[in-house]
């Protein structure tokens, strides 16, 4: 019993207590998904989003004929925001959002039999919370003993935070366009290797017609005498 309450006890000094350490919801984060979308189907995926920030989404076919879908964005309200009628990419931002899920949908119910491969994107931007900042400020020195002004550190971190930030979007832009243009040219070797097949049956069965026409010709058909 002893030990056993010591053990409790232990738990309890190591534990947060409930409210405290996981309080507030977790923060929204960028993300990126590639599926397949079948013909004839339509597909719709909600993303939530804080109020008074920016959500930039991004949509591209990299797979698929004709590289081509229907999209559309709808607001938390329900608010038609963007409408697309098969293209193969698209770059959309919507700012300030509101609070909730946003929609997006993607339509191949156009096509019957072509199944398509989409990529998409949604990348969040907002301000870091202005209390956060003065908190952090108030534990350095003040500026005029600083060799260089906290400002200016502000500033280049987030200009290379920005910087950053964009090139991780368009190293991911760059490989989905390089999975798309992959795809096509498989697509495309595939039927040349298909019609080339075809060509070469059909080029060995006219060889072989001709030299059976060839022999026939030469064969003397007359009967022979008894």
């Known amino acids: 019993m002893a030990a056993g309450a010591a053990l409790a006890l232990a738990l309890w000094l190591l534990l947060p207590p409930v409210g405290v350490g996981g309080a507030g919801p977790p923060p929204i984060q960028d993300g990126e998904f590639t599926f397949l979308l079948p013909a004839g189907r339509r597909q719709c995926f909600y993303q939530s989003a804080p109020a008074n920030a920016s959500l ?28 697309d009628s098969r ?23 156009f096509s019957t039999i072509s199944e398509k491969l989409v ?13 956060e900042v003065e908190d952090w400020a108030e534990v350095v020195e003040p500026e005029e003993m600083l060799d260089v002004k906290m400002e200016d550190i502000k500033e280049s971190i987030e200009t290379m935070r920005a910087r950053l930030e964009r090139s991780i979007q368009v190293l991911t832009l760059l490989r989905a366009f390089e999975a798309r243009d992959r795809n096509l040219q ?41």
């Not at 949604?122 to 870091?128: A, E, H, T, V």
């Open 186 to 226: 498989e697509g495309n070797l595939d039927r040349v290797n298909f019609w080339s097949a075809v060509n070469v049956a059909v080029l060995l069965l006219v060889a072989v017609a001709q030299v059976c026409m060839l022999k026939g010709f030469f064969q003397d058909k007359r009967p022979v005498p008894t």
């Open 119 to 131: 990529f998409f994107e949604f990348i969040f931007d907002s301000l870091q919370d202005e209390e």
């Open 56 to 83: 930039e989404t991004e949509y591209q076919v990299i797979g698929g004929a004709g590289l081509d879908v229907d999209f559309s964005l709808e607001s938390p309200q329900g608010e038609l925001l963007v409408s």
């Open 87 to 109: 293209k193969a990419d698209g770059v959309y931002t919507v700012e300030p959002t509101e609070a909730g899920d946003y929609k997006l949908c993607f339509d191949n119910s």
